[in-house]
């Protein structure tokens, strides 16, 4: 035989099979290929990764301007050339024009040059010259003479667009001079408001006299309007002179501070008939002048700055025995002289005061708080300007200078003590907790305490705890030790499915099936924590009474099936029960029985029914998670328990449950964090009134639900838009902390099994 | 007995009970939403009840209760009341009166008793009395009026139809034009071009567009004036009401219906409320603008979730190195899942509405600035910020089915030398699909069913238009849109008569359980005969 062995030339391929042609080309695109593929994946992940942050991130940004300090800056001071102190000054809503308040009437000028427009004659004036004003930039305006006239006038700017280019012209109007003193003596100072009846004047002619001057225009419907003009003096009981009037804009209350310090309100609201109160000390200290009174927006509170510097704030509030009495506010930052100047926000509830030296602080009414303090240059201040949109501030010293600042202040009703402590409010008779974020007029104090809300969140949470971990837990412990295998795996899915119930369904049941029909039943429901455990504790005795034969048939394992009958037989019963104990101890309604005994009222819409439907939000989440580490537990010790002749309860409550502790513990701060996030259901089955009690009858206002109504209508960028994201923020690092809590929980006995 | 406590039993029957209790709860809650919804569009019969004060009442009884008695002494007999709907809201005022059972003298089901479903105004009942056509009757009494009715609201109703589509349809589409050409015109007004040819030519197209709004308008005239049927309707309360025929949507006498003609009929309004548009505020008619809109919603977000979310399982489980930061991110996807949903929709508001939306506005849109197009709530916003909420359950699913593929599968592949992302693509892939569709699933069913964010980042109770039609580019993701979920709370509690609209709640409730239950047994199913394969292969 031939020899067939094939002897191999190096370099020859060793199989006869056709090698693979690899050409380098195709691997390399392969290559680049699965380069790509890798670069791409890790890109997606870590775009995730980035937008877990970039939440975080973006609701902070939105945020932060919130808690940003207030700035001002000086923009520029130009000279008006005016010789004497101003009386007043005033802006435009742009802060381009300027007028001011000299003996000789109203000046306008360029607020960026100082350069005059054409003066406009007021007149009426005469020979008389100018000597004082009512406040200015609350609309209408008097002027004081010296021949004891007032003239009331208005400034009135005048703004077109022209292809794209805005200008403004000043207006001034003037009505006719009235004699306010018949005696002629100059008007000192001067108060004036136009209330619905016609203006009101109030002029201070005489140390401490002060005439009235109501105009009563009745409109006939033919002929020429009639003017009905009535003077009153009034000589005002305080110590020393008078040194500054304030008269609200609704002509109600007339304050009149002295140089001793003491005010006296002079009760207007029935013009006839002044009634003039006893005079109180407002001022810091006995002997020390009062400067400075006036009003902020809305006029119900009374800004009172003083000779030692000190800036005060009042309210009229109605005490126990019906009478209206000034009580102190704020003590705001005081100042090192004496306050000469005040001027108030026609947007919010800040006001400006400066001092002798020059010390301007811009203060804030609702909180007491010091937003800016800036030193304005030159000489003594005489007046003060808060423009119209709150952003800039005009400074008129006695030396013809004026000076522009800009202030950059978006938000000063909200700091950390408006948003989370008590603050003492316009209308309120002492600090407290109130969310109400809009109302009906211009000059509304909105009021942003986060508390109520965060309270409201609680509460709704813990009723719902209170019903769902007792079910939720005693289901898995059932489940998960005692249930028979073919049954959970019918029970598992159906508690997903009660997982997976949209929340509007189950908050819309709340609202409207589930609140009428408890409203019904309220004393029943409290028996049943009580009747069906009897219930079926009694059937678990006659069960023992059940032929063997019988009882053999049924697995253990599947008892639930018997127990769906009984526990609704006891839910039937105590609801029947309920209606007794209604009768005979209730004396037969409830509700009245809670109104006079425990002072409780009732809503339909409360806590009771939302606990309810949030539990069935929050019910399947324990379960899921209590029941896996119920069922994790390592065999071997449930073995060893029980052939140590231990019981299966023994063994459940002993060894299990302890064992599976810290994941209980998970599964409930997740349930919590549920809740607390849960928004359809408190929204639709809550009055969503942001009230502050523990009854379980009434509702509440949770963040969530607050957040859902209100970011809608809230302006952006506006404070109530920040406020409820960080409402929004507030929720994420509660839910992110309490879920990170117990993931780690959840990690860390997930190792200890391994242990085991 | 000592022995009966220490045994425990009682207490593992007591756990029982508090299970038994939550299975209760469930399905409690579906049988009262099944029982409340399925029932409103059943034909029941109209009554004509007669009071002992000589009064009567027409009208379908929707419920009865107890009526309370406070302070009753025990052994008081159990009295109860009726609830009928009465309709003839703009002659009564209200739809619904009690009536107190004790009071009722005489209680008939009036064959000649008739519901008309109208347009506006909800039902109207009573008894025909005549039929008019031009004003001039042309039948009288209820049996003649009922015959002649039949014979002329096919026909009223193909008039009142075509009016709706040439408002919406055809004038729509002048009015989508001419803002179409006024944009373009500010356009160029916005490049400082004022006048040329290209300004000449849309002028020019202006006015073709305003002679065929003229058109329309006239032939809606001529329409208005072709019909002039109407019908007149006797209540009781010594009330009359003359309707005009295409004010009728539907008009039956549910008191002559068999149960064959009833089933025909519900199965028709079921119809009408899953196809047609609402009426009165929402609280009559269809919801399909809803479901169009939650169904676009859920696939706009599916677009985005499923590549994000499977990447991102991928990254964390097979691309990214195992360790302490790898197990940070999982806490923190994990964390997501139980972040607020409200604080998601913020986040939408923030980011996407005004961040994103508002860049866009300023550069592509400036033309139809101060109104943001993009700078506000859309449908394109709301699917975005429920994909965010949803990604978690994308990569918890996908991790799963990727920590079930057996790793021999993947060193099998490795080692007959193909590249990993070859490895992925062909081996783990299709291995991994079950997995990805059953976390698809569950996002949709989460999405489906949310309402919060959506309340803040675009959903509206009423949308002029549904976010797809038939002008370029088909697509208007900058729209707002309706929600089933939104639907309910909306109309549930949003609504100025709410005792009408409860039934509808319910319908829509149900519409928006079966979405939601079909979608979570889908996923259910699929993972259960996905853990059955991987149990039962050979790896």
Known sequence: MANDTKVFEPGEPLSTARPVAVSWKAAGHRLVVDRLARRLVTLGGVAIIGSIFAILFVIASEVYPLFKKPTASLVQTVSTGFAAAPLGVGVDEYREIAYLVGPSGIRFHRVTDGSPFPEMALLGLGTARVVSTSPLGRGPFALGLSDGRVIPVEVKFNVAFQEGRRTITPDLAAGDPFMADPAGRPIQRLAYAVTKAGPLTAAVVGPKDIVLVTVKETKALIGPATKEEARETLAVPVEGEISAVALDGRGEDLFVGASSGQVVRVDLRDPAAPKVDEPVLLTSRTGVGLTVLGFLIGDRTLVVGDAAGAVRSFQLLQSDGGQRRLTKIYDFAPHVAPVVAFAPSRRDKGFVTADATGATHLQYGTTGELLIAIQAEGQKPAALSFAPKADGLLLADGGGGLSHWLVNNPHPEATLKSLFGRIWYEGYNAPEYVWQSTGGTDDFEAKFSLAPLIYGTLKGTLYALFFAVPIALCGALYASQFMHPTLKGVLKPTVEIMAALPSVVLGFLAGLWLAPQVEKVVPGLFLTPFVIPLMILLAVFGWRFVPAAFRRRVRPGTEVALLVPIALLGGWLSFLLGGVVERLFLSGDYRGWLLSMLGLTYDQRNSLVVGIAMGFAVIPIIFTIAEDSLSNVPQHLVAGSLALGATRWQTALRVVFPTASPGIFSAIMIGFGRAVGETMIVLMATGNTPVMDWSIFNGFRALSANIAVELPEAPVGGTLFRVLFLAALLLFVMTFIVNTAAEMVRLRLRRKYRYL | ?539
């Open chain 2, 1 to 539: 007995m000592t022995r009966f406590w220490r045994s425990g039993e009682p207490f593992i029957w007591l756990t029982g009970g508090a299970q038994a209790l939550s299975l209760i709860m469930v399905a409690g809650l579906i049988l009262l939403v099944m029982a409340n919804g399925l029932g409103f569009f059943w034909p029941s019969d109209i009554v004509g009840l007669t009071l002992t004060d000589g009064k009567m009442v027409m009208g379908q009884v929707t419920q009865r209760e107890r009526i309370p008695q406070p302070g009753a002494l025990p052994g008081t007999a159990d009295r109860y009341r009726i609830q009928v709907k009465v309709g003839n809201r703009d002659l009564y005022g209200a739809d619904f009166v009690w009536v107190e059972e004790a009071k009722i003298a005489k209680r008939q089901t009036p064959r000649d008793a008739i519901l008309i479903e109208r347009r506006e105004w909800g039902n109207l009942y009573g008894v025909i009395k005549e039929v008019k056509e031009a004003g001039s009757p042309v039948a009288q009494g209820p049996q003649a009026g009922w015959l002649a009715l039949q014979a002329r609201v096919p026909d009223a109703t193909h008039v009142a139809k075509e009016i709706v589509r040439i408002e919406k349809k055809e004038i729509g589409a002048i009015n989508y034009a001419q803002e179409q050409i006024r944009l373009r015109l500010k356009k160029l007004e916005l490049r400082e071009i004022t006048s040329g040819p290209e300004v000449d030519r849309l002028k020019q197209e202006m006015a073709t567009w305003q002679a065929k709004y003229k058109d329309q308008e006239a032939a809606l005239a001529r329409l208005n004036q072709s019909q002039t049927a109407s019908v007149v309707i006797s209540a009781p309360g010594d009330k009359e009401k003359e309707l005009p025929l295409t004010q009728v949507v539907r008009a039956y006498r549910p008191n002559t219906m068999g149960v064959l003609a009833k089933t025909g009929f519900y199965l028709a309004k079921v119809w009408e409320f899953v196809s047609d548009d609402p009426r009165e505020s929402n609280t009559e008619g269809g919801v399909f603008p809803a479901i169009f809109g939650t169904v676009m919603m859920v696939m706009i977000m599916s677009l985005v979730v499923t590549p994000l979310g499977v990447l991102a399982a991928f990254y964390l489980r097979e691309y990214a190195r195992q360790g302490p930061f790898v197990s940070a991110v999982r806490i923190a996807v994990n964390n997501l899942a139980g972040v607020p949903s409200i604080v998601f929709g913020v986040f939408g508001v923030g980011f996407f509405i005004y961040f994103v939306g508002g860049t866009i506005d300023r550069t592509f849109f400036p033309e139809a600035l101060p109104t943001p197009t993009f700078g506000t709530g859309g449908i394109l916003w709301a699917s975005l910020t429920l994909a965010l909420l949803t990604v978690p359950v994308v990569i918890v699913a996908t991790e799963e089915g990727l920590a079930a593929i057996p790793g021999g599968m993947r060193e099998a592949s490795l080692a007959l030398g193909a590249t990993k992302f070859e490895t992925t693509w062909r081996v783990v892939l299709p291995a991994l699909m079950p997995s990805i569709l059953t976390g698809l699933i569950l996002a949709m069913a989460r999405a489906a069913g949310e309402v919060a964010p959506l309340m803040i980042t675009g959903v509206v109770k009423l949308a002029p238009s549904l976010p797809l039609d038939g002008f370029w580019p088909f697509f208007h993701l900058e729209r707002k849109f309706m929600h089933l979920g939104f639907h309910i709370y909306d109309v549930g509690f949003q609504s100025p008569n709410v005792d009408a609209a409860r039934p509808m709640v319910f319908t829509t409730a149900i519409l928006l359980l079966l979405v939601v239950l079909v979608l979570n047994l889908t996923a259910i199913l699929i993972r259960n005969r996905m853990r059955k394969q991987y149990a039962g292969s050979a790896f």
